[in-house]
């Protein structure tokens, strides 16, 4: 049925991908190959694995008998991802690349490429699913709902989902990598690559300080506005936070709800006296929060949800679904609240907004 029909795959060096590809080609379709290198700042650095990514890529190609394109986007994605996630860190927000690597880097330049050399479809390894319905193009939650990715793409708008399949829509992990042992496929058992991308296995903060430099600034109780340490820079922390504080074995003070040896939580940043707040214990009612404002809406039917329904949202990645209502919507904001009080809240991060298994789009928490 799709025989002759062209479809491009971002490969990645992963499972995921190399799978994706592979069920394509099953399917009669004529599978290339684009592997995308976004980032080259570091690349001798041990902690950089897109070497090793492209041996894996060029492997699992060969394989199965496919194409690969190498393709260079480090320029762009420094410029249209990077330096936005360094800006959003320098006004003490928490930003997510992911979200914006996936429609301002990777889709774009998948439809680009596709368009050039007369391809029909693109596709990637992500555990997500896509459906016409009623003359337009949903963006559908995984069957495998721990591996479910909808949140990293959000953001994708019509034209992306027109032309985008996700052949492990209906698949579960487990399933993907015996696929991958079947067809003797030697990343079947690779491990998953977590984090942001750029920063890969390193710590955080010590990443962070290669552009962010050091600003030493006061820890204090967000109760009693003691003074309990030093930190050295406020954009180097985020909310909920609780590792790295280097506070733990001080004592708690009056307006916590909370035990004395309870952990210390970053609840707030005052960049302008550049000022860590800290509470403590995890259940501390300035960790939660009934509603939020978000900004920077993209709505993948290009129209925003209606006011006054019932809907799920999550304010980050590795969270269950929370039911909510939109209180108001309008074209640059929206107004969510939560059945339930969410914890940390991150202004920066994305929520996104579901109805049953249909994604619906999202913005940043402001």
Not at 160 to 188: C, D, Q
Not at 295 to 307: G, I, K, T
Not at 313 to 333: N, S
Request: aromatic share 8%.
């Amino acid at each position: 049925m799709n025989e002759g029909r062209t479809v491009v795959v971002g490969l990645s060096g992963g499972v995921d991908s190399a799978v994706a590809a592979l069920l394509l080609k099953q399917q009669g379709w004529q599978v290339v190959g684009l592997f995308m290198k976004n980032w080259e700042d570091d690349d001798t650095d041990e902690h950089c694995a897109s070497r090793q990514d492209l041996v894996d890529v060029m492997s699992v190609a060969d394989t199965l008998g496919i194409d690969v394109e190498v393709m260079n986007f480090a320029a762009e994605y420094r410029e249209r991802v990077f330096a936005h996630f360094l800006r959003e860190y320098e006004a003490g927000r928490t930003p997510n690349p992911d979200v914006l690597c996936n429609s301002e880097i990777k889709f774009k330049v998948f439809l680009e490429h596709a368009a050039t050399i007369g391809a029909d479809r693109i596709a990637t390894g992500h555990y997500a699913g896509v459906r016409e319905f009623q003359g337009a193009w949903q963006l559908l939650k995984a069957e495998d709902g721990t591996k479910d990715q909808s949140y990293f793409l959000h953001r994708l708008q019509q034209e992306h989902l027109a032309r985008t399949l996700f052949p492990l829509a209906g698949l579960y992990k487990r399933e993907v990598r015996r696929i991958a042992a079947a067809a003797g496929l030697h990343v079947a058992l690779k491990k998953d690559s977590t984090g942001i991308c750029f920063i890969g296995e390193r710590p955080f903060k010590e990443f962070l300080m290669r552009y962010l430099p050091p600003q030493k600034g006061e820890i204090r109780c967000l109760d009693d506005d003691r003074v309990l340490g030093e930190h050295d820079g406020v954009a180097y922390h985020t909310i909920g936070q609780r590792k790295g504080l280097h506070i733990g074995g001080v004592k708690g003070g009056r307006g916590g709800a909370s035990g004395d040896h309870d952990a210390w939580f970053v609840a707030g940043k005052d960049i302008v006296n550049n000022v860590l707040h800290v509470v403590q214990g995890h259940h501390h009612p300035a960790l939660l929060s009934e509603e939020l404002t978000a900004r920077d809406l993209s709505w993948v039917s290009a129209q925003p949800p209606h006011a006054h329904w019932v809907y799920t949202a999550k304010t980050r990645y590795r969270q269950a679904d929370a039911p909510c209502e939109i209180e108001w919507v309008a074209a640059d904001a929206c107004r969510i609240r939560f059945a339930e009080p969410q914890w940390a809240v991150t202004p920066g991060q994305s929520v996104v907004v579901y109805e049953s298994r249909v994604c619906l789009g999202g913005g940043v928490i402001a």
